[in-house]
């Protein structure tokens, strides 16, 4: 592994690191499901630079852009339900 791409894999993980702990650290719920979004697709990236290109595209079609949507979703309807 090339010394750039060392770089660049501790800063994805240090950029996992915070992401992850925004995560469970906020008190607003759409900061936490939008961090844990963040951590997945530096995830994809990550995997993108271990020459996993087929890993990379599920991990950011699936952990960050599905997964997200499906939080959003669900949080939506859950504070719908309480206004019937």
Known sequence: MSPLLFIMT???AAAMTGGAYVALRSKK??????AAGAVSLFASVQFLILA?????MTEAAI??????????????????????
């Open 10 to 12: 501790l800063l994805l």
């Open 29 to 34: 719920t759409a900061v936490a499901i939008l």
């Open 52 to 56: 996993a290109p087929d890993v990379a």
């Open 63 to 84: 952990g960050s852009g599905l997964t997200t949507f499906l939080f959003f979703f669900v949080l939506g309807r859950v504070r719908g339900a309480g206004n019937d």
